[in-house]
């Protein structure tokens, strides 16, 4: 199985900064990869497909990039709204399977 | 609007069986496949199983593998998921999604059915 690792699982951030987000693979898998954000008490909500390919009605401030193992997803000026947990999910090979999640939290 | 709707989740106990529905809205259901994702208590997610619009692939993760069926009536525009065999571990709440176009990128998701296994 492909193990998905991210990092920080925490980040403290302050309205307004800049932040990114960090998802490892444990082989390479091309740009099989997508972000979801969870906010608390909600369901799971596609930000990026494919490492880097925009989701409509998504925020442009929400932006990914990486291939082969190492991917990140980039948040420019957190705004109040983004505070919640963020996870990676690979679809190179099944099962399919998602990191342990980041927690943007606030500062 | 696109709308997924679980249902059927509930308290049982170790060993016995549970069925959830997932009912869709807003779209051709026919047209895509489906999963069901499920999440424990403070836990992250954790893909369960797939079917392909017309049933014809189905894959299951390893951990239910055996216990759990996946299917679907088109006709009725609704996933299932037969859960056999329950034990504590599946304690979860189980999403269905919706894979958006090739790959598995689930771009819908519902709200969630909550299953507790206990004795």
């Known amino acids: 199985d492909i193990v998905l690792t991210q990092s920080p699982a925490t980040l403290s951030v302050t309205p307004g900064e800049s932040v990114s987000l960090s998802c490892r693979a444990s082989q390479g898998i091309s740009t099989s990869i997508h972000w979801y954000q969870q906010k608390s008490n909600e369901s799971p909500r596609l930000l990026i497909k494919?490492?880097?390919q925009s989701i409509s009605g998504i925020p442009s401030r929400f932006s990914g990039s990486g291939s082969g193992t190492d991917f990140t997803l980039s948040i420019n000026r957190v705004e109040s709204e983004d505070f919640s947990v963020y996870y990676c999910q690979q679809s190179y090979s099944l099962p399919l399977t998602f990191g342990s999640g980041t927690k943007l939290e606030i500062k | 609007e696109v709308q997924l709707v679980e249902s059927g989740g509930g308290l049982v106990q170790p060993g016995r069986s549970l069925k959830l529905s997932c009912v869709a809205s807003g779209f051709t259901f026919s047209n895509y496949g489906m999963n069901w994702i499920r999440q424990a208590p403070g836990k992250g997610l954790e893909w369960v199983a797939y079917i392909s619009s017309g049933s014809s692939y189905i894959y299951y993760a390893e951990t239910v593998k055996g216990r759990f069926t996946i299917s679907r009536d088109n006709a009725k525009n609704t996933l299932y998921l037969q859960m056999t065999s329950l034990r504590s571990e599946d304690t979860a709440l189980y999403y269905c999604?919706?894979?958006?176009?090739?790959?598995?990128?689930?771009?819908?998701w519902g709200q969630g059915a909550s299953v507790t296994v206990s004795s």
């Open positions: 999604a919706r894979l958006g176009g090739p790959g598995y990128v689930m771009d819908a």
């Open positions: 494919y490492a880097s």
